[in-house]
C-alpha cells in the first residue's frame, strides 16, 4: 500500500471526526535515510483507551504504519487527546526495500482538498538532499488568498491546482532519484 493511501484514510478519518484544520508533512532526509510522515489535526482527537484500539486493530491504518515503520527500521507516534486534535508521526528507513512508495500526492492531496471544504490542508514535502534541499508547500488559506475570491473547487482552479501539485512531486521524485545513482 502506498503513503498516499494512508495519508487520505487517516485524514479523512480527521475529516469525519470534525478536523477543519489538517497539516500533512512529508521530509525525505536522504542525507540521514529517513523518511518522516507527520500529521496533525484539529479533529475532536482520541482518548488512551481510543488510541490503544486504533494501534492494536489490524484493519486499522494506524496498526498498518505502525507494523510498515517498525519492519522499514522506523517507529510511530501517535499523540491525542479528546477536544484537542491528534498528531500522528510515522518514520521509515528511506532506503529499505519493504518502505512503502509514496504514491499518487497528486490524486490524495485532490481527494483532501474537496472532502476538508472551506477548512484549511497545508502540505509540505521537503527533500533533503547532499547538496541542499528542496521543497514544495501548499496552504489553502494562502491559496484562497491569492485566488481572490475564485473558490478552490472552480473546475479551472482544480486542474490548475492538479497539475501544479503533480509537477511539483515529480519534480521531488526525480531529485530523489538522481541522488540515489
Known amino acids: 500500500m502506498e503513503l498516499a493511501s494512508f495519508i487520505l484514510d487517516i485524514a479523512g478519518g480527521s475529516i469525519g471526526s470534525g478536523a477543519n484544520w489538517i497539516r500533512v508533512s512529508i521530509v525525505e532526509d536522504l542525507r540521514s535515510d529517513q523518511l518522516t510522515l507527520q500529521m496533525i489535526d484539529n479533529g475532536r ?3 488512551r483507551r481510543e488510541i490503544r484500539r486504533a ?7 494506524y496498526h498498518r504504519l505502525a507494523e510498515l515503520a517498525e519492519l522499514c527500521s522506523g517507529w510511530l507516534h501517535l499523540d491525542s487527546k479528546p477536544g484537542r486534535g491528534t498528531a500522528l508521526t510515522v518514520t521509515f528507513k528511506h532506503s529499505h526495500i519493504d518502505r512503502p512508495p509514496l504514491g499518487d500526492m497528486a490524486r490524495a492531496l485532490m481527494t483532501l482538498l474537496s472532502m476538508i ?11 533533503i538532499l547532499r547538496r541542499g534541499e528542496e521543497e514544495f508547500k501548499l496552504n489553502t488559506s494562502e491559496l484562497r488568498e491569492q485566488l481572490d475570491g475564485v473558490p478552490i473547487d ?5 486542474r490548475w ?3 501544479r501539485i503533480g509537477e ?5 521524485e526525480r531529485l530523489v532519484r538522481e541522488e540515489g545513482r
Open 168 to 172: 511539483e512531486e515529480k519534480r521531488l
Open 154 to 158: 472552480h473546475p479551472g482552479v482544480k
Open 161 to 163: 491546482l492538479a497539475k
Open 45 to 47: 482527537g482520541m482518548s
Open 117 to 127: 471544504g472551506g477548512g484549511t490542508l497545508v502540505y509540505t514535502h521537503k527533500v
Open 55 to 61: 494501534l492494536s486493530r489490524p484493519e486499522s491504518s
